[in-house]
């Protein structure tokens, strides 16, 4: 269910204007947003600092997705995966 909700979002969300976005140079806010109402940012961080606390399963079938879709300009991964998880393991309580 979660990679069919994956799939969708990149398909529905991301595909149609990926060549506009690579093209600018920039994804729009908007989608952050929307990435984030489905649950598809920061699954790793814990529940009480905002994330699901989900393994590293959920990432990974979110990344597989992306690929699959083609679209590379979405920095998630970056974002979700490398730069959050040094915010929750090492950022002060204010940060976090």
């Known amino acids: 269910m979660f990679r069919e909700s994956c799939r969708k979002f990149f398909e529905d969300e991301v595909k149609p204007f990926h060549g ?3 093209k600018d ?12 109402e489905q649950g598809m940012l920061s699954m ?6 905002g994330g699901t606390g989900l393994d590293c399963r959920y990432p ?8 699959y879709a083609g679209c590379t300009g979405p920095g998630f991964a970056m974002h979700s995966d490398i730069v959050a998880p040094y915010i929750t393991n090492y950022g002060t ?4």
């Not at 994804?27 to 984030?36: I, Q, S």
């Not at 790793?44 to 600092?49: A, L, R």
């Open 60 to 67: 990974a079938i979110m990344w597989e997705e992306q690929s």
């Open 44 to 49: 790793m961080v814990p529940e009480e600092y």
């Open 93 to 96: 309580e204010e940060q976090k």
């Open 20 to 22: 506009e976005w690579e």
């Open 25 to 36: 140079g920039e994804v729009p806010r908007e989608l952050w947003l929307k990435a984030g």
